[in-house]
T-cell receptor, first 114, second 113 residues
Framework: ETGVTQSPTHLIKTRGQQVTLRCSSQ?????VSWYQQALGQGPQFIFQ???????GRGNFPPRFSGLQFPNYSSELNVNALELDDSALYLC?????????????FGQGTRLTVV | AQSVTQLDSHVSVSEGTPVLLRCNYS??????LFWYVQHPNKGLQLLLK??????LVKGINGFEAEFKKSETSFHLTKPSAHMSDAAEYFC???????????FGEGTQLTVNP
């Protein structure tokens, strides 16, 4: 089985621009979650998608949006980039969630906003 | 709301000595709890998880953790550190539906030769 893959691995954007990050979920997983990990901090939950619908959202502004496709891959879009958006963005996939379900993480996309 | 607090931001041990990474949790219900490890330039990997079946949980690479409800703790231990254990460790609690994970701030483990 293939693991969770994210693209690109690194990205540099200018303040005010828009960015799209991509995630392919692990085979058999229909749930994808996105996390933001600022330098020196733990990951923060952005949102989760289940069967192409948003299934929970963290404390992030609307300029953070997402999509999930029929093959369960996902995109994270960030509009009007700010310097504080510089972080490692992690995607995690899992089977239908329950409290004990393990999430499998990709290696992340390192976004730098200048 | 549930949360976890990792009591040490950095822990340094010598190779071959025991490892103790501390985590306290706060939850209004009996939680599940996880420990994840993050090596440089690699994704987060699950070390072990507590799901109320047994209070002492064994994970990969010789790590284990004990759930202590009276102390609201879930400390991670390993009897003998190896150089390859050097990484960032996160204590994690899911919400009741499992739709989101709440991470602690992380503990950076350094293993000295």
């Amino acid at each position: 089985e293939t693991g969770v893959t994210q693209s690109p691995t690194h990205l540099i954007k200018t303040r005010g621009q828009q960015v799209t990050l991509r995630c392919s979920s692990q085979s058999g997983h229909n749930t994808v979650s996105w996390y933001q990990q600022a330098l020196g901090q733990g990951p923060q939950f952005i949102f989760q998608y289940y069967r192409e619908e948003e299934n929970g959202r963290g404390n992030f502004p609307p300029r953070f949006s997402g999509l999930q496709f029929p093959n369960y891959s996902s995109e994270l879009n960030v509009n009007a980039l700010e310097l504080d958006d510089s972080a490692l963005y992690l995607c995690a996939s899992s089977p239908p969630t329950g409290m004990n379900t393990e999430a499998f993480f990709g290696q992340g996309t390192r976004l730098t906003v200048v | 709301a549930q949360s976890v607090t990792q009591l040490d931001s950095h822990v340094s041990v010598s190779e071959g000595t025991p490892v103790l990474l501390r985590c306290n949790y706060s939850s209004s219900y009996s939680p599940s709890l996880f420990w994840y490890v993050q090596h440089p330039n690699k994704g987060l990997q699950l070390l072990l998880k507590y799901t109320s079946a047994a209070t002492l949980v064994k994970g990969i690479n010789g790590f284990e953790a004990e759930f202590k409800k009276s102390e609201t703790s879930f400390h991670l231990t390993k009897p003998s550190a190896h150089m390859s254990d050097a990484a960032e460790y996160f204590c994690v609690v899911p919400n009741t539906s499992g739709s989101r994970l709440t991470f602690g701030e992380g503990t950076q483990l350094t293993v000295n030769p």
